[in-house]
């Protein structure tokens, strides 16, 4: 008898204490999205990531997991100067091995949007970069922006 009762009290304090019975979860704050562009690069005539270029294709992969931007850009330029007659075929290359690691990482394929244009690379002879981008949506009316205002340049009348 003295055992059913250590049980009815034990079950009645589990009830009634706070935060014993449930505890509620508090929504995890998304972190913020790199903002410009974070350069992957390639040498000349490659198409596939170094084992550096797969770990930061990784981190970035983890980065857009925990700031969940709207999508991510993939930018290349075809650089004939560079890698030849081959440009276009590389840098296409380059666009799905970066697009394909970032899917098998967790990234929906709908989400990566990708895009190769001409240009002159400005990089050191041989290289070949890709940009990541992550996209991140304006607020909406209403909602407040996690981007804070632009400060003021103060500039002396003595500055050129």
Known sequence: MQRLWAIAVIAVACATAPGVAA?????????HCPGGSISVYFASGEATLT???RQLVSRLADQAAACQPEGIDLVTLINTDIDGEHAVALAL????????DLVSRGISPGSIRVAARPGRDVFPPG?????????????AAGEASTQQPATPLKVSPDTI
């Open 93 to 100: 290359a380059r666009l799905d091995d970066i697009s394909r």
């Open 127 to 139: 290289m070949n970069e890709v940009e990541v981008i992550f996209r991140k949506s304006a607020p």
């Open 51 to 53: 084992s550096e270029g």
């Open 23 to 31: 505890q509620q979860v508090e929504p995890r704050e998304t972190a």
